[in-house]
């Protein structure tokens, strides 16, 4: 399984984009990368998954340069309820599958007033 | 409502008293899996199930058990519990084959302690 590396934490402002970035050096060939949010003891929430350039949904864009070693989620205005911690998840069927899951420590967001 | 459900919510025991934390989904999903999350550790898998009678073990499986026997549920077993098993458990299914790869659907968690 891809090892990934993100920030511990970040602090932003309300009504600012935040990018989160994670890097993914091993990637393999058939690997996503996909995204969870997770808020104080709650289950994590699926938030966004891509392949490569850009997918964008009601909740966050995920950008994924052509090396496909790193990734950016990012957050458009975020509000005090988008404070949680994100994930950046990567596997595939070649990788052992989508059954053995890593989620890591995760990225701490901070929304300020 | 779709939904993956944990059971009890809550729990203290003590050390040696065997437990079953159970773990239903009513999405007929064929993939379910046991995570712990623990302060400065993130989620950690303990066990995986792509179906039924068809479980292995993920990255902490130590101390603990699962069985399969049919889809939707799939009870984390703890045969000897110890302090070092006091955490948050935390249920998830997912469909096979799915068009959204690794999407899991989270139960609200379980918080055990064990004294």
């Known amino acids: 399984l891809a090892k990934t590396t993100q920030p511990i934490s970040m602090d932003s402002y309300e009504g600012q984009e935040v990018n989160i970035t994670c890097s993914h050096n091993?990637?393999?060939?058939?690997?996503?990368i996909t995204w969870y949010q997770q808020f104080p003891s709650q289950g994590p929430r699926f938030i966004i998954q891509g392949y490569k350039t850009k997918v964008t949904n009601e909740v966050a864009s995920l950008f994924i340069p052509a090396d496909r070693k790193s990734s950016t989620l990012s957050l458009p205005r975020v509000s005090l309820s988008d404070t949680a911690v994100y994930y950046c998840?990567?596997?595939?069927?070649?990788?052992?599958?989508?059954?053995?899951?890593?989620f890591g420590t995760g990225t701490k967001l901070q929304v300020i007033p | 409502e779709a939904q993956v459900t944990q059971n009890p919510r809550y729990l203290i025991t003590v050390t040696g008293k065997k437990l079953t934390v159970t773990c239903s989904q009513n999405m007929n999903h064929e993939y379910m899996s046991w995570y712990r999350q623990d302060p400065g550790l993130g989620l950690r898998q303990i066990y995986y199930s792509m179906n039924v009678e068809v479980t292995d073990k993920g990255d902490v499986p130590e101390g603990y058990k699962v069985s399969r026997k049919e889809k939707r549920n799939f009870p984390l077993i703890l045969e000897s519990p110890s302090p070092n098993q006091t955490s948050l458990y935390f249920c998830?299914?997912?469909?096979?084959?799915?068009?959204?790869?690794?999407?899991?659907?989270f139960g609200p968690g379980t918080r055990l302690t064990v004294l």
């Open positions: 998830a299914s997912r469909a096979a084959g799915t068009g959204v790869h690794n999407e899991q659907f």
């Open positions: 091993n990637i393999a060939t058939n690997d996503y």
């Open positions: 998840l990567v596997g595939g069927p070649n990788s052992g599958g989508y059954q053995k899951v890593t």
